[in-house]
């Protein structure tokens, strides 16, 4: 058929879900089946090597257009989206379903230790999840398995491409190892900031001001009361005129105004004198 690689194109492009070989087949009756995976091959280095806005991708068991997610941040402003929020319940049973299919509800709860009847029936309301049949076993419990939304979701061409166990456990390691060297480069750079700290406190420490020198002090002045006793000292000296002397306290008097107030009142009470000229 001529232009038969244009035709798919444009078939994938107005279809609304990933679109299969078989349904290409069905749509193309007198083209081989050989020749329809030629074509989407063909598409699909084209697209790659255009390195447009989309690309054809191979998902959930079909062929789509998809944009490149290095365009996810301008799309989002155009079309603001409502992401789709998972509880951690529900992802925890999604895993389970996705890697234990088929499986009925007790295996499900076994595994988590918790009743799980709500969880997968939010699942089964957003198709996430579907009723696979009955499991031939008393009670007839339902069977559970992935949908072709849930490989939309979360970009899988089919459950082959999910990780492995192994694939798993050997990431879980590569974090913990990544967490060490973490660990040890911020304790490294705790410890060398820790003795730059030190190193830079000792510095200004050594850089700190002395007390100033006075070079015209007296040797005797180490203390403010020898200061006060040296200023008064002075104001005696200027007040005469010249150097006097102050004269000290007699044994058992501690202040010369004592001194001072008793001889006034002697010199005003007991002078036979000073009654005289007063009289």
């Not at 295996?107 to 696979?132: A, P, T």
């Not at 456990?169 to 705790?190: K, M, R, V």
């Not at 403010?224 to 150097?243: I, K, L």
Request: aromatic letters at 4%; zero cysteines.
């Amino acid at each position: 058929m001529e232009n038969l690689k244009y035709i798919i194109e444009s078939l994938v492009f107005v279809s609304e879900t990933p679109l299969s070989v078989d349904r290409l087949k069905a749509i193309l009756e007198e083209v081989d089946r050989r020749d329809i995976r030629l074509a989407l091959a063909e598409l699909q280095g084209e697209y790659d090597d255009r390195r447009g806005g989309f690309r054809l991708k191979e998902i959930a068991g079909g062929f789509q257009f998809r944009t490149r997610a290095e365009h996810s941040a301008w799309i989002k402003k155009l079309l603001k989206p409502s992401p789709t929020r998972l509880s951690r319940a529900a992802l925890e049973t999604l895993a389970i379903i996705a890697y234990k299919q088929p499986i009925i509800r007790a295996d499900v709860e076994h595994i988590r230790g918790v009743d799980s009847g709500g969880v997968l029936r939010m699942l089964l309301e957003r198709k996430l999840i579907r009723v696979l049949g009955r499991k031939d076993i008393p009670g007839r419990p339902m069977i559970y398995g992935t949908t072709r939304e849930f490989l939309e979701l979360f970009n899988l061409k089919d459950l082959s491409e999910l990780p492995s166990p192994k694939e798993i456990s050997s990431l879980g390691q590569a974090d913990d190892e990544t967490q060490i060297q973490l660990d040890d480069a911020g304790q490294l750079a705790a410890l060398s900031t820790g003795s730059a700290l030190s190193d830079n406190v000792s510095d200004e420490t050594n850089a700190l001001p002395g007390p100033p020198a006075f070079a015209d002090a007296p040797a005797a002045m180490n203390s403010p009361t020898d200061a006060a006793n040296t200023d008064r000292e002075e104001t005696f000296a200027g007040s005469g005129g010249g150097a006097q002397d102050v004269p000290a306290a007699p044994e058992g008097v501690e202040d010369l105004s004592q001194i001072e107030t008793s001889a006034s009142a002697d010199s005003s009470g007991d002078d036979p004198a000073a009654s005289d000229e007063t009289s």
